[in-house]
């Protein structure tokens, strides 16, 4: 297990020089070209590919996780996720246009998307490659110069990256800053382009709090309670499956884990026995033998879940077995949980899955409402009806059907919370959005003085009317009209349409604009256009 492996934190003394050489760096354009970031990218893909086995035993020793669930989870979402940015990041690069308006095309507005300079990631133990090395992807595809810190409570995968990273990777545009503490203090410290915090609200105030001093934006990714909603109609055997999967996999250590469920009192009894069936299916020898689940990662986070258990005043339906020895605790589902219970307090982050039964639908809704929105909600029904009446009346991260987990690796969905699960997206392109800077840029032809040169002092009434005219917007009809009070006039009968007069002179002046955007060279008046034109 992890308290094995000893990682060599980063000197504190290095820190502050780390943050500089980066700054000269990204300065000096090392990423500047689409080639640059591409080569990057592909060394990243290769970093994992050529050491997957290496990756699988540190995960072994981090998590106690299975080969399959290193694979699936993380080192081939990884792989994936570099070869989608590899591949579309000279699309996700190119300057776009403003959309078109008659009024401004002369300028020929566009939309510049330039790298925000060096920017910060402060991952989590619970997946050390996905969340590590998923936002130095998107990082890099956008120009970046990029700081990783590593969780040090994943210290064989986070010094497994540390030392693979500087052969790999350019050290002039990428470093890896390992420690705990004292380090992510001194890292918080120094000015940011962005930092992107994934982890536990308590700590994520601390980030925000220290980037408030330097003006650094942070996006943040924070997990929370994330609720499973059951129509008793659905297809539960599946649904079971799926819940359990989701609970289970990582032994519960995952932000968008189903953290409890809620369900029909009457429907309470069978959804537990469908989800007795699936835990069988499982680990049809127990648990505790089986292979196939991870542990906690350490002692400290092992005695908080138990203590969650140890106090609940729910029944345990199945399961319940720890051993601290092996940081093993078994999937345990409690049935009768109320929403004052221990398991209730905060995000579980283990394979505790409470049951919460509640009168009906609109009841399960206001359970919802009533605490922090989740970083994800789950629905299980077959109903449209019914996960409508749920995702409408909710708020959450994203909001999911009948699965779990498998949005995040979902090609063109953002990974990303809402309020206290969060704020800000990654993944893919949104990553490379997330630590993009949307450069308003345009041209403005010296012959457009011509139409706006009323906006020049000195001002008259003459220069306003026609600057109204040019730009003036005609608003559609009310739907509904204020009520006129007793003795007052409808202002609307009395002002009707005060662009209408204006709407020749529109056409005719935009009609003027777009002919001469479409020109490339200079532009004549007649001597009739002058007189219209003149103020």
């Not at 800053?177 to 308590?202: C, F, N, Q």
């Not at 069988?280 to 127990?286: K, L």
Request: glycine share 8%.
């Amino acid at each position: 297990m992890s308290d094995s492996t000893e990682l060599v934190y980063t000197p504190l003394e290095d820190i502050p020089q780390i943050h500089a050489t980066l700054k000269k760096n990204f300065k000096a354009g090392k990423l500047r070209s689409i080639e640059a970031r591409k080569t990057q990218i592909l060394q990243l893909a290769y970093l994992i590919q050529d050491n997957y086995d290496r990756f699988k035993k540190s995960f072994e020793a981090d998590l106690g996780r299975s080969s399959l669930e290193t694979s699936f989870l993380e080192l081939d979402s990884t792989i994936s996720d570099c070869k989608i940015a590899y591949d579309r990041v000279e699309n996700w690069a190119r300057t776009e246009k403003a959309p078109f308006n008659i009024n401004f095309v002369a300028f020929r507005p566009v939309i510049r998307k330039e790298p925000k300079g060096v920017v910060l990631s402060i991952s989590p133990f619970n997946y050390p490659v996905w969340l590590s090395l998923g936002p130095m992807i998107g990082a890099i595809a956008a120009g970046n110069c990029f700081v990783l810190k590593p969780s040090e409570l994943s210290p064989a995968t986070s010094g497994l990256i540390a030392e693979l990273v500087p052969k790999y990777m350019d050290p002039d545009v990428v470093r890896i800053v390992l420690g705990a503490v004292p380090e992510t203090t001194k890292l918080l410290e120094l000015p940011w382009d962005h930092i992107l915090y994934t982890g536990s609200g308590r700590v994520a105030k601390i980030v925000c709090g220290a980037a408030a001093k330097t003006l650094s934006p942070v996006s943040l990714e924070l997990g929370g309670k994330s609720p499973v909603v059951i129509d008793p109609k659905c297809d539960l055997k599946t649904a079971a499956k799926r819940i359990m999967w989701g609970k289970c996999a990582n032994a519960g250590q995952t932000c968008v884990a189903p953290d409890y469920i809620l369900v029909p009192e009457e429907a309470q009894d069978t959804v537990i026995q469908a989800l007795k069936e699936a835990h069988d299916e499982f680990y049809p020898s127990g648990s505790i033998a089986s292979p196939d689940l991870g542990r906690i990662v350490n002692k400290s986070h092992f005695d908080r879940i138990k203590g969650l258990l140890d106090k609940t005043s729910g029944t345990i339906a199945f399961g319940g077995q720890t051993d601290e020895s092996r940081l093993f605790i078994a999937p345990t589902v409690v049935c009768g949980v109320k929403g004052d219970d221990s398991l209730m307090s905060e995000e579980l982050f283990g394979p505790i899955l409470p049951v919460v039964p509640v009168k009906d639908l609109d009841a399960a809704i206001e359970f919802i409402n009533a605490r922090d929105h989740p970083l994800a909600l789950y629905v299980f029904s077959q109903d449209a009806s019914f996960k409508n009446k749920v995702f409408d009346n909710t708020q959450s991260g994203s909001a999911i059907a009948n699965d779990t987990l498998v949005h995040c690796a979902t090609d063109g969905l953002p990974f990303g919370g809402i309020g206290p699960s969060g704020s800000g997206y990654h993944t893919r392109k949104f990553t490379f959005d997330m630590f993009t800077h949307l450069r308003s840029s345009l041209d403005s032809p010296s012959w457009m003085d011509k139409i706006l040169g009323s906006r020049f002092p000195p001002y008259s009434a003459k220069k306003e009317s026609w600057l109204k005219n040019v730009l003036g917007v005609k608003l559609p009809p009310r739907v509904l009209p204020p009520p006129v009070p007793k003795g007052e006039t409808n202002a609307l009968a009395l002002t009707g349409n005060r662009n209408g007069s204006g709407k020749k002179w529109v056409i005719l002046v935009a009609g003027l604009v777009l002919v001469a955007a479409m020109r490339q060279g200079g532009w004549r008046f007649s001597d009739r256009w002058k007189e219209v034109i003149r103020i």
